[in-house]
C-alpha cells in the first residue's frame, strides 16, 4: 500500500491510502441500476479520474473543492489511468496533510516577492502615483499573497497574481529605462501593479483558495473595470488630479490589447502600449513554462488553447 503517492507518479497496479483534492463529483447510476460516484481528484502535481462503485454518499458534488482521504487502486481504462476508490471520506482538520502537496503554489517566496514588489511601488518619482499605489496594493495585500492570476490559463495557481505581477514590474522597470524618452515611468510601474487587481472580485475561490468560477460582478463587469472604478474612486480620495486618474484607468481599461481579447478600449498611449505588451510576454512565457516540462526534449506539447499551437522542447 503506497501512502500519499503523487498523481504525476501512480502507475497501474498501484495500491494506494492518502490524501487529494475532490475536483469534481457527479453522483450517478450504473447499468445495473446501482448508484456510484464520478470524480476527478487533483494534486500539486495532476489530476486523475476516480470512480466509487456502489456508493451513493455522504460525500458529494457538494464537496468540490474539498479534500478527502481515500483508499483504492490504479488501474487504466481507454487508456487513460484511474482510481478505483474503495473507501472514502472528507478529511478532517487534524489529518496530516500537507497542503502544499495538494495545491498548486507560485514556486517563489511569496513574502519576499511581495517586499520587492513594494519596493517598486516606493520608489516611483510621481508622488501622485505613488501614494495611489501604495494605498490600493495595501488594501489587496493578502489576496495578492494567496489568489492565482487565472482560472487555468496562466499562474493558476496559489500566489499566481503576485508572481505574475512581480515578473511584470521587473519587465517594465527595464523597459521603461530603455525607453525612458517615451515612456513615463511612474504611471507605468502604477499600471503594473494595480492591472490585474480587480481579479479579487472577479473570481469565486474553492476552500483551499483556487479558482473555481467567475463571480456575478466578474461576469457583468469585469476586472478591468472594477478595477478602473477602484482607481477612480482611491484617487478622488487622495486627491489625485484627474488627468493622472484618467491615464492611470486607461492603462487598466485597455491592458488586454484589443477587444476581442476583453480590453474596453485599445492602448493609445505609449505606457499603455507597452503594459498590455508586458502582460502578453508574461503569461505566455508561463504557459511556456508549465508545458515544456511535460514532454521529451526533442518531441512537441499537445496543442495549447491558449496559445492555439503545440509548441516544441529542445534539448
Known amino acids: 500500500m503506497l501512502s500519499n503517492i503523487r498523481i504525476a507518479d501512480m502507475a497501474v497496479g498501484d495500491d494506494l491510502e492518502g490524501y487529494y483534492v475532490l475536483k469534481t463529483a457527479v453522483s450517478k447510476v450504473s447499468s445495473n441500476n446501482k448508484p456510484f460516484l464520478a470524480a476527478t481528484l487533483t494534486d500539486a502535481t495532476g489530476e486523475i479520474d476516480a470512480k466509487v462503485w456502489d456508493y451513493a454518499g455522504p460525500v458529494g458534488q457538494g464537496d468540490e473543492g474539498q479534500i478527502v482521504k481515500l483508499r483504492g487502486s490504479v488501474s487504466e481504462?481507454?487508456?487513460a489511468l484511474q482510481v478505483t476508490?474503495?473507501?472514502?471520506?472528507?478529511?478532517?482538520?487534524?489529518?496530516?496533510?500537507?497542503?502544499?502537496?495538494?495545491?498548486?503554489?507560485?514556486?517563489?517566496?511569496?513574502?519576499?516577492?511581495?517586499?520587492?514588489?513594494?519596493?517598486?511601488?516606493?520608489?516611483?518619482?510621481?508622488?501622485?502615483?505613488?501614494?495611489?499605489t501604495r494605498?490600493?496594493?495595501?488594501?489587496?495585500?493578502?489576496?495578492?499573497?494567496?489568489?492565482?492570476?487565472?482560472?487555468?490559463?496562466?499562474?493558476?495557481?496559489?500566489?499566481?497574481?503576485?508572481?505574475?505581477?512581480?515578473?511584470?514590474?521587473?519587465?517594465?522597470?527595464?523597459?521603461?529605462?530603455?525607453?525612458?524618452?517615451?515612456?513615463?515611468?511612474?504611471?507605468?510601474?502604477?499600471?503594473?501593479?494595480?492591472?490585474?487587481?480587480?481579479?479579487?472580485?472577479?473570481?469565486?475561490?474553492?476552500?483551499?483558495?483556487?479558482?473555481?468560477?467567475?463571480?456575478?460582478?466578474?461576469?457583468?463587469?469585469?476586472?478591468?473595470?472594477?478595477?478602473?472604478?477602484?482607481?477612480?474612486?482611491?484617487?478622488?480620495?487622495?486627491?489625485?488630479?484627474?488627468?493622472?486618474?484618467?491615464?492611470?484607468?486607461?492603462?487598466?481599461l485597455s491592458h488586454h490589447g484589443e477587444p476581442e481579447f476583453g480590453a474596453a478600449v485599445r492602448p493609445m498611449t505609449a505606457e499603455a502600449e507597452l503594459l498590455s505588451l508586458i502582460d502578453k510576454i508574461d503569461s505566455r512565457m508561463e504557459i511556456y513554462r508549465?508545458?515544456?516540462?511535460?514532454?521529451?526534449?526533442?518531441t512537441f506539447t499537445q496543442r495549447i488553447f491558449a496559445l492555439e499551437k503545440k509548441i516544441y522542447r529542445h534539448g
Open 135 to 252: 494605498k490600493l496594493l495595501k488594501a489587496h495585500k493578502e489576496a495578492l499573497l494567496r489568489i492565482p492570476a487565472a482560472k487555468s490559463v496562466h499562474h493558476s495557481f496559489l500566489g499566481g497574481l503576485l508572481m505574475h505581477t512581480l515578473n511584470m514590474a521587473r519587465a517594465a522597470d527595464f523597459l521603461a529605462e530603455l525607453y525612458a524618452d517615451t515612456v513615463d515611468r511612474s504611471l507605468l510601474l502604477a499600471g503594473v501593479c494595480l492591472h490585474d487587481l480587480g481579479k479579487e472580485e472577479e473570481f469565486l475561490y474553492s476552500a483551499l483558495g483556487l479558482v473555481t468560477d467567475y463571480s456575478v460582478k466578474g461576469e457583468l463587469l469585469g476586472h478591468l473595470v472594477m478595477g478602473a472604478q477602484e482607481v477612480a474612486d482611491a484617487a478622488r480620495e487622495l486627491g489625485v488630479p484627474e488627468e493622472k486618474s484618467v491615464l492611470l484607468r486607461h492603462l487598466l
Open 290 to 298: 508549465e508545458n515544456l516540462p511535460t514532454v521529451e526534449p526533442g
Open 77 to 79: 481504462y481507454r487508456g
Open 85 to 132: 476508490v474503495d473507501r472514502l471520506r472528507l478529511a478532517e482538520e487534524s489529518d496530516p496533510y500537507d497542503l502544499a502537496d495538494l495545491v498548486p503554489v507560485a514556486p517563489i517566496d511569496l513574502d519576499a516577492a511581495f517586499l520587492e514588489l513594494e519596493g517598486f511601488v516606493n520608489n516611483l518619482d510621481d508622488e501622485d502615483y505613488r501614494k495611489l
